[in-house]
């Protein structure tokens, strides 16, 4: 039995069908009151039990949707260890732990948003170039689709073919508009070039840095700290007068001063942000399931404050990068990540929803 919906998009609880499927539109906001109902079966993994879609722009406009979750399941773009080619199915099995609606918030996710998931972007192993490529298409197809995105990586090379989805899609519809670029990450990743190739996962911002409407005055790096940080990469972005909040300021000032600050560069007389968080720029005693943990970082309810921070700020592109469920057997990184991403919107449609406005 269907759910009668203003567009083609359709929630099935867990995508579950079947004699003990549940048929209110709010089941999945709810208690379970058959055996089959939310929590009680993973069913086919998606998103938070969003429907599927396949990420054409046709199909996402058609669907309603308003966030579209997109893997991209990419590793090979890294200078440290892999694993993180498992962190969007990461995120969609913790989901599977949780109810889209958000008791702080009095949201329920999944209709607000009306979020699809569009699976995972495939991926050609030891092409970093043509699997960068196909994340661009896909980003774009979310986008030019009228919705949001949530990008789920992989390492953090993801953001380059990310945030080129982006600049594009702003030259196509708005050619005179700026955008913004936000890096939270323990790494300043600002290396020109690794051993003389440009697009790795160390490479993000001077990639960014070149996309024509993007500059140096809406760009912002906050977290870095410890030793994997050579001086090139810093003086990458003192040459650019860009700033950057190293995790001492965090601690000395706050994180809600410091979040408000980069979000406010990224966003002065910018049209659109791409922001990249890099889970190792949380500490590695709360996001051990990252490809390089590092101590002295973000706590995890600094990571929530942060993350409805963002909220009420809004991004084009949310991307959240360097998620290893394999090196964590607990699967806290992997709740936490989650619930970084489900703070965000959570904040984000209270946002909308106070200025009487929608996604």
């Not at 990419?74 to 969007?88: E, M």
């Not at 806290?332 to 449609?349: D, E, T, V």
């Amino acid at each position: 039995m269907s759910i009668e919906t203003p567009s083609s998009w359709e929630f099935v609880p867990h995508q579950h069908r079947g004699p003990h499927q549940e048929t209110e539109p709010d089941a999945h906001t709810r208690s379970p009151t058959k055996h089959n109902g939310p929590v009680k079966s993973a069913g086919l993994m998606t998103f938070m039990g969003a429907p599927y879609c396949e990420p054409d722009r046709d199909k996402v406009r058609a669907a309603g949707a308003k966030v579209c979750f997109l893997g991209a399941p990419w590793d090979l773009g890294t200078i440290v260890r892999t694993g993180t080619s498992s962190g969007p199915q990461g995120i969609r099995e913790a989901s599977t732990q949780y109810f889209p609606y958000m008791f702080e918030y009095d949201v329920d996710l999944m209709t607000f948003f009306n979020v699809v998931d569009c699976g995972d972007v495939p991926i050609v192993p030891g092409n970093n170039e043509k699997s960068q490529q196909f994340i661009c298409d896909y980003v774009t197809e979310c986008l030019e689709g009228g919705a949001k995105v949530i990008l789920v990586g992989g390492d953090h090379s993801v953001p380059i073919p990310g945030a080129r989805a982006l600049s594009q899609h702003l030259g196509r519809h708005r050619p005179d508009a700026k955008m913004g670029y936000l890096h939270i990450d323990c790494h300043l990743d600002a290396a020109v070039d690794w051993g003389g190739i440009e697009i790795t996962n160390a490479s993000g911002p001077p990639e960014a840095l070149k996309l024509p409407n993007c500059n140096a005055e809406n760009m912002a790096h906050m977290g870095s700290r410890n030793g994997l940080n050579p001086k090139d990469w810093m003086d990458f972005w003192i040459d650019n007068d860009i700033p950057i909040v190293p995790m001492s300021e965090i601690v000395e000032r706050g994180i809600e001063p410091c979040t408000r600050f980069i979000f406010e560069r990224a966003w002065k007389d910018a049209e659109a942000i791409y922001c990249s968080w890099d889970t190792d720029s949380l500490d590695c005693s709360c996001m051990p399931g990252t490809s390089c943990p590092e101590s002295y970082g973000i706590k995890a309810r600094e990571a929530i404050q942060l993350a409805r921070i963002m909220g009420e700020y809004g991004a084009d592109v949310l991307e959240l990068a360097e998620l290893s469920p394999i090196f964590d057997p607990s699967q806290m990184s992997m709740k936490l990540a989650l619930n970084m991403i489900y703070h965000y919107l959570g904040s984000r449609a209270v946002t909308l929803r106070n200025r009487g406005e929608t996604p």
